[in-house]
């Protein structure tokens, strides 16, 4: 389904009102226009269960600007309104109280009519951040990331060092793996990668199960990761993940 939006011939637009997460990025994502309202949050929050960024974003946030994709694949960090724009997830920012008229200029079957209803961009939420986002999370592993934060000295920084140590040290490397290889590849290359590293992650690592148990389930935010400790995972495991 995420292919078949991607190369659909007509405009797949979407008017996002609301919390749009995992799959509601993937049926959006793919197309334009993609307009977030005052109330809209979007987010890719996976490595909170042990998974990864799938529905073909693997492909899309390598693409996102400066190391905005890397820093919202590992935290799950959540975007909110025009955020959404300035981090590139969407493509215009309209006030919800505006959606009943464009939805009837959409009828007269111009896409293009989104653009009379924008909104100016607020200043993004994260600006303060925005240069610390690509000093740090622009490294090439995990532990890099987390000891360019430590450097940082801010709390902010520190916030994201905690909200990485709580994540499955696995389910990170793999995802920052994962786009790294997603940058040079075609869509349908990420998704057929992605399709197949959901077999090795949900099949065989112990990490996943635990973390719908813990997230989901029991919601006792207490997993018991495998390896425990970013320390401890092994890249040639990681490696090996993507080669089954």
């Known amino acids: 389904m ?10 797949w637009i979407s008017l ?9 990025i993937g049926v959006s994502i793919h197309g334009a226009p993609r307009v977030v309202t005052e109330h ?19 492909w899309n ?12 694949a590992l935290t799950g960090a959540r975007l909110r309104g025009a955020d959404a724009v300035h981090a590139g997830l969407a493509t215009h920012y309209v006030l919800r109280e505006r959606l009943p008229a464009l939805r009837q200029a959409l009828l007269a079957g ?14 993004a939420g994260f600006a303060l951040h925005r240069a610390a986002i690509d000093r740090c999370f622009s490294r090439d592993s995990v532990l890099g990331i987390i000891q360019a934060l430590e450097a940082e000295g801010t709390a902010w920084a520190a916030e994201q060092v905690a909200i990485l140590r709580r994540m499955s040290p696995t389910s990170l490397c793999v995802s920052l793996e994962l786009l790294r290889r997603g940058a040079g590849a075609t869509l349908d290359e990420c998704l057929e990668m992605e399709l197949a590293l959901t077999r090795v992650v ?9 973390g719908v148990r813990s997230v989901l ?5 207490a997993p018991n990761w495998s ?10 495991a990681i490696r090996a993940m993507f080669a089954a």
């Open 2 to 11: 995420n292919r078949g939006i991607a190369h659909f011939g007509k405009p």
């Open 16 to 24: 996002i009102d609301g919390v749009c997460m995992g799959g509601g």
């Open 40 to 58: 809209a949050m979007l987010a890719m929050p996976e490595t909170a269960i042990a998974l990864f960024p799938d529905v073909g974003t693997s």
């Open 61 to 72: 946030l390598p693409r996102l600007p400066g190391a905005i994709g890397n820093w919202l």
């Open 110 to 123: 111009d896409a293009g009519v989104v653009t009379r209803f924008a909104e100016p961009l607020p200043e």
């Open 202 to 210: 949900v099949n065989r690592h112990p990490d996943f199960r635990e």
């Open 217 to 221: 389930v029991d919601k006792d935010g």
């Open 227 to 236: 390896p425990a400790r970013l320390e401890d995972v092994d890249p040639a």
